[in-house]
């Protein structure tokens, strides 16, 4: 612990000096507007999800707390670099791991000044699914530790073995946090919107419907013209495992009803508003893809040699270089969906 702390104090120091992030540091900050931050998660093992830090006059709004508290004690570090202002709400965009199981390090660092904030369906997500998941990463950890050892055992190339061994290091280190994992669950919950009003901005939180989870909010800052929105919209192919997509295309059709300029999106890099076409066109031409493979009696091996074409000339280019490693896995939940007279 205080070698963390030691760690991450010369991480600011040199933040301070030079104006450059260091090895120490788990996120870039980028400013996006006045007082608002995305905070881009740097590669990690498992991953973390980016954060929107916003800064208003008596306190700060965090969206998103990563994937354990170690990453979100990372962040609260770096955010003192900007702000000397508490954090006063910590809001869960959705249930995910990466985005949730690092809650307990807000309370921790502001005891009884800061709101773990999500709506209704997340925190009722968080009791049914967030706990058992958490036990199926402590399950599964010991094989991916085995599995980045065996791959080191017989790998050659010198700068090759050092990355496995500092992916090795941080599974580890991961398996040991989230082995001893408190899961805080959100304190302060609502249904469609939350608005806090302030005399420079007001941070809108809002559940527009359901689309990557069943309880996603977007946080919306109509005067500086940005909108924080977890894996709702971002720049990676989504995950859609837990995911409603013909509903997911709608909720973002009310989404781009919104009057902004940026995105920053649960993973990938700040975006334009235009990405919200693109984002959720891909979600839509993939639901029609799929159909029409089945309404040609494809099989989900064939659908997906046959999707996976159709789609790639549109969005291949445009999806942080994940589209092929994550599209299988898009065609068999809708073509499973559709199997199951889901829509
Ligand atoms: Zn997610």
Redesign the pocket.
Known sequence: MAKVKWALMVGTALVLCTGVATAQDLFDLQKVADGVYAALARPRTPIN?NAAVIVYDEGVLVVDTHSRPSSARGLIQQIKGVTDKPVRYAVN??F?W??AQGNHAYPVAFPKQVAIVASEATRENLINLGMQRVKEQIDNGPRLIEDVKRRLATEQDAAAQGRLRDELRQQEEYLAEVRSLELTLPDLTFDKSLILHRPDRDVVLLFLGRG??SGDVVAYLPKQRVVAT??LLHGWMP?MG?SYPPEWVATLDALDKLDFDHIIG?HGGVKPKAHLRFFRNYLADLIAEVRRARDRGETLAQATTSVAAALAPKYDAGMDGRFAGSVGANIEKVYKDLEAKRY
Do not use: E, L, R, V
């Open positions: 999800c965009s959705h995910h990466d985005h990557h989870t977890g894996d995950f837990d649960g």
